[in-house]
C-alpha cells in the first residue's frame, strides 16, 4: 500500500508541477509578445485606421438635415404630448413626451421644463414611464446590433 500511495502523490506533484511550469511559460510568451514594438507598432497603425471611420460615422449621425429633421419629430412629439394631455389620454401624452425625451439632446433641461409645465401627477407618471422607454430603447438597439452582425 505505501508503494501505491508513494506512486500517487509522486504523479500529483509531478502533474502540478507541469501545470505550474506550463503556466509560468504562458506567462512569459504574454509578457515577450507584449514587450515587442512590432506588435506595439501594428495596434497603434490599427488604432490609427480606424480613427478616421469613427470620425466619419460620428459626422454621419450629425448631419444637418438629420438634425432639422430630430428637431422637427421633438417639437411634433412635444405639440401631440400636451394636446394629448389636454384631450385626458395620459397614457397616449406619456409616449409622446417620452418620446420627444429621448431624442433631446439636453433632457435634464427638458425634465425641469416638464416639472415646472407639468401638473405633478402627469409628471410623475412621466418619471415612472423613463426607465421602462429606456429599457426598451436598449433591447431594440441590442436587436438592430445582433441584426446587423448576424451574417444570413
Sequence with gaps: MPGI?????????????????????CVYL?????????LRRCLRDKRRAEQPKAQARARQL???????????FFLQEVKM????????????GMEHLTNALLVCGQPKELLTF????LPPEVFQMLLCKIPL?????EAD?????SLKDDPD
Design 30 to 38: 504574454d509578457r515577450r509578445r507584449r514587450r515587442d514594438p512590432a
Design 133 to 137: 422607454i429606456c429599457q426598451q430603447l
Design 114 to 117: 416638464f416639472k415646472h409645465s
Design 62 to 72: 450629425w448631419d444637418p438635415a438629420k438634425k432639422e429633421k430630430l428637431q422637427e
Design 81 to 92: 404630448g400636451k394636446l394629448c394631455l389636454t384631450r385626458g389620454e395620459h397614457g397616449m
Design 5 to 25: 500511495r508513494l506512486g500517487v502523490g509522486l504523479l500529483a506533484a509531478l502533474a502540478t508541477g507541469g501545470a505550474v511550469a506550463l503556466l509560468g511559460y
Design 141 to 145: 438597439m441590442y436587436e438592430q446590433k
